[in-house]
């Protein structure tokens, strides 16, 4: 069976900032297997991302790895040789001419927050260890009650910000959200330190000291605490305060410490404003979603440390091995969709219920690592 049977299923959510993609693709020797009646594929998801100002190179990325053949077919219209592909975000609006023409090939479009929610539901209820808490250096997986998941806050930190409370599958309701978020950081970032790259701006705020920039009480109270309204010597009072009175311009900064600086301050302010949300409707069970958290220690920790603050204690922010591709997911899931019952299964029908992640052969990242293409999940696909 050559290559373009091998690989299923192509979903992207294309945002602002970042393209995430997932596809199946079966084991090496294509092996089959008899399960009830219908037959069942062993492969794994993989995933991929790309920056959207780099979109030529997931085009190329798609062409060389011929994803372009794993859509579905539209059995009727002029558009009848042309593939569909699921894909989600305002991307699959903007750039959808551009695949059309390039790879030949037609987006279903999914809507973004139905497949924010489906992408998480999925992870929840399917992939061992995949909910997990960071705080003071500590992660702790959380073992998930399926009987007892909902309801709960999804933010996902994109470009910007989105908080979706999630009542069950396909129930839920964007209560919130803030334009300071992944896009804000790298542009800023991109401003103040030239970093060209996310990346590069998150590896450069990894070696920096955001006190050197950031006001804090204890610069306020001659270095103790505020201790009447509980705050410690070292929580932020203002940040990049000190830019006010140093006297220095910003070159005499480091870009370290700038992009430190910038990474704590809109980490803090997610991790309130969710907790805020969360207290609104009280909700005990934040998840926090998107690439923005990238599995970084720094980050997950000041999100945790200002829900854990804000909430005395009694509310705990929740992290995703995942979390970059959740769009995509539930962009992925959604081929099972018999809504859209005038669009065919090109190859193989994906359904929730048995699409099957393995406890024991899922490969188990580390929390502290980016995921990748990779990285992948071992499953299997029944064959309908």
Known sequence: MDSTQKISHLALDIGGTLIKLVYFSANGDYSEESRNGCSVVHGKLCFAKFETRKIDDCLEFIRFNILHHSGVQHPNGAAHDKLYVKATGGGAFKFADLFKEKLGI?????????????????LLKTVPREAFTYLDGQ?????????????????????????????????????????????????????????????????????GNNRVIDMLVGDIYGGTDYSKIG?????????????????KELEDYQPEDVARS??????????????????????????F???????????????????????RGEAKAMFLRHEGFLGALGAFTSYNNQSHNDIKSHQHTVQRAILNCSGDN??????TSNLDDSETIECSINLV
């Not at 037609?106 to 999925?122: A, C, I, P, R, T």
């Not at 804000?184 to 996310?198: D, I, V």
């Not at 899922?362 to 929390?367: A, E, S, T």
């Open 106 to 122: 037609l987006f279903d479009k999914e809507d973004e927050m139905h497949s924010l929610v489906g992408g998480v539901n999925f």
């Open 139 to 207: 992660k702790e997986f959380v073992e998930i009650d399926h009987n007892d998941l909902y309801p709960y806050l999804l933010v996902n930190i994109g470009s910007g910000v989105s908080m979706i409370k999630v009542d069950g599958d396909g129930k839920y309701e964007r209560i919130s959200g803030t334009s300071l978020g992944g896009g804000t950081f790298l542009g800023l970032g991109k401003l103040l330190t030239k970093c060209k790259s996310f990346d590069e701006l998150l590896e450069l705020s990894h070696h």
């Open 231 to 247: 705050l410690s010597s070292t929580a932020i009072a203002s940040s990049f305060g000190k830019a006010i009175s140093d006297g």
């Open 262 to 287: 910038l990474l704590r301050m809109i980490s803090n302010n997610i991790g309130q404003i969710a907790y805020l949300n969360a207290l609104r409707f009280g909700l005990k069970r934040i998840f």
């Open 289 to 311: 979603g998107g690439f923005f958290i990238r599995g970084l220690e720094y980050t997950m920790d000041t999100i945790s440390v200002a829900v854990h603050f804000w909430s």
């Open 362 to 367: 899922l490969r188990h990242i580390p929390v």
